[in-house]
């Protein structure tokens, strides 16, 4: 039907919508354009982060339960993919310590036809998440729940490092339990080889870092490492053998019910891809000038990353933020510097394999112990500790939850926390206050001392500030329901900033005990966008059928002085 002359365009199918937000996320051609503007600088800083990426990659390949060879495809395939596909210039991803907490309980029990199904799985929902357009939310996590986060995380890491510190072959889910197990092992037989090594890893590391931050120090570190085992002869744990090829996809032998029991894994594995990117995506936004990502294409881009990686034997990845950080401080302007990342771990899985193999467990995990310690900044923890008692509380809360639950539990266990704070705090800052009516008869009134006796015997006038919801209502307005020998009551309404359907039922209530001995309540200034709420209730239309709402506070003293005055004793409901 038309009007005017004119028609009304009609809806595009879902289909189109959905291929027009789907090549929305897609690469673009000014993300390649931009790695012919400083080749040569992203070069060298992709070749910098590779080399500071190859002992993580290891590292976290071994702690996933894969070996350090799922660890390399990572970082190779979901590097390049992420690269491409995601939406920062800058950001390097691959596998984590995050992603390893998650995926340590998953290996022991489904083994890598379990993560296999929960990298897909993921993949596919981050897809989802980038569709949907969920990538802009994360900036509303709050910050001690980042923190007490990290700090878990940090703390996992050290602890699955223990067994291969102490030189103690033992494996398991519970990492707090398999740590325990691993001390009490050494202790019944100690071997201060491993331990020696660790503590020299880790000590190297860490000074060199403070010392010359922009030296591959842990590729030093191990390099050294292995090179003085090999001259000793020392009988240390090593990597072993890499695989000399990327396997071939293969499908899982799993039951129905296993993929069942598997989606809440994957709903974990997709959450924390999501935050940890988004987050490090965040980071490199504000160590880079001009350079600013697109949230959604790198959901999207870690959704194609993870989909890819577990195909071909990997494990499902994330950003890394330390090696993001280390990416653009190395100069890197584009996506080429993790393509050539990626590149140079290839080259030494086809060239140095063997070598590789020969790296001592303990020097690994001297590198990720070192690597959970930096992860920890105390500057920002002891802010927090000292700024109040909800964020402690919080930071407490998400800390303690990410080492005794999982990751995802605890995020969400931070956040519902903090919101409940938060909500606590807003409710506090809700105000009822009695106020004279002298200060609010803007329009020039003077009484006689009879009249003003009489009003302010029969008339009480009270301003209400701040939220009026759900979590403080009833506190808020508990003081009008004791009001006595009071004739009419004015509710100052304009400096309300919220009312929900709790705030507007339990104003409702409210009102109506009030009404019901015989006190009119007048309302003046309630904001237009409130009067919906409050009609639902039934009680905006009865007070406006009254004559009870006023757009300002000296018609509503008005009107009250002329109920006093017609009747001091009797009901003044009735008299308008």
Request: aromatic share 10%; no cysteine; hydrophobic share 55%.
């Given at each position: 039907m038309t009007h005017g002359g004119g028609s009304a365009a009609s809806p595009r199918p879902v289909w189109v919508q959905a291929f027009t937000r789907l090549r929305s996320l897609a690469p673009r051609r000014a993300d390649f354009g931009q790695m012919r503007v400083a080749p040569r600088k992203d070069v060298m800083a992709g070749i910098t982060v590779g080399v500071v990426a190859l002992p993580l990659a290891l590292g976290f390949g071994i702690t996933s339960g894969l070996g350090a060879g799922a660890g390399l495809i990572t970082a190779i395939v979901a590097g390049t993919l992420a690269a491409i596909f995601g939406g920062s210039n800058v950001q390097v991803s691959g596998p984590t310590g995050a992603m390893t907490v998650v995926l340590v309980p998953i290996v022991a029990l489904y083994g890598a036809n379990g993560v296999l199904i929960v990298g897909l799985m993921a993949g596919v929902l981050l897809i989802g998440m980038a569709l949907?357009?969920?990538?802009?939310?994360?900036?509303?996590i709050p910050l001690p729940v980042i923190e007490g986060f990290t700090l878990g995380i940090a703390v996992i890491i050290a602890l699955q490092q223990v067994p291969a510190a102490l030189g103690v072959a033992t494996g398991g889910e519970n990492v707090v339990g398999v740590a325990v197990h691993a001390v009490a092992e050494w202790v019944s037989n100690p071997d201060w080889q491993a331990v020696l090594m660790t503590a020299v890893v880790i000590a190297v590391i860490l000074g060199g870092a403070r010392l010359r931050p922009g030296v591959p120090v842990a590729l030093i570190a191990v390099i050294g490492a292995t090179a003085i085992a090999q001259l000793l002869d020392l009988s240390?744990?090593?990597?072993?053998?890499?695989?000399?090829?990327?396997?071939?996809?293969?499908?899982?032998?799993?039951a129905w019910g296993d993929i069942r029991m598997l989606a809440v894994p994957a709903l974990a594995v997709a959450a924390l891809a999501a935050l940890e990117s988004l987050l490090s995506a965040t980071v490199a936004d504000a160590m880079s000038v001009s350079d600013r990502h697109d949230s959604d294409r790198e959901l999207f881009g870690q959704g194609i990353a993870n989909i890819a990686s577990p195909l071909f034997g990997g494990i499902p990845a994330t950003a890394a933020i330390a090696r993001t950080a280390v990416n653009v401080r190395s100069g890197a302007t584009s996506r080429l510097?993790?393509?050539?990342?990626?590149?140079?771990?290839?080259?030494i899985v086809l060239l140095l394999s063997r070598a590789v193999s020969l790296i001592p467990l303990a020097a690994l995990a001297g590198v990720l112990i070192a690597t959970a310690i930096r992860m920890v900044e105390v500057s920002s923890v002891r802010v927090l500790l000292r700024s109040s008692r909800s964020d402690t509380a919080v930071l407490i809360v998400t800390f303690t939850a990410t080492i005794a639950l999982d990751l995802a539990t605890a995020v969400i266990l931070g956040i519902v926390a903090a919101g409940a704070l938060a909500l606590r705090q807003m409710a506090k800052t809700a105000t009822l206050e009695e106020i004279p009516l002298d200060t609010l008869e803007l329009d020039g009134s003077t009484h006689s001392v009879e009249e003003r006796a009489l009003l302010d015997a029969h008339v009480v006038a009270y301003r209400f500030e701040g939220p009026l919801f759900f979590g403080g209502a009833h506190m808020a307005l508990l003081e009008l329901t004791e009001i006595s020998d009071i004739r009419v009551v004015i509710l100052r309404l304009s400096h309300v900033t919220t009312l929900d359907a709790t705030g507007a039922d339990v104003l409702a209530d409210t009102i109506r005990s009030l009404e019901r001995r015989d006190v009119a309540v007048l309302i003046s200034g309630l904001p237009m966008r409130y009067t919906a709420a409050l009609s639902a209730t039934g009680v905006y239309p009865h007070l406006v059928e009254r004559g009870h709402v006023?757009?300002?506070?000296?018609q509503a003293i008005a009107h009250a002085k002329r109920h006093v005055k017609r009747d001091r004793h009797h009901d003044l409901d009735g008299v308008s």
């Open positions: 949907a357009g969920i990538g802009r939310y994360v900036k509303f240390l744990a090593r990597i072993g053998a890499l695989p000399s090829h990327f396997p071939a996809p293969a499908l899982p032998d799993l510097a993790a393509l050539v990342h990626a590149l140079v771990l290839l080259m006023f757009d300002h506070t000296p």
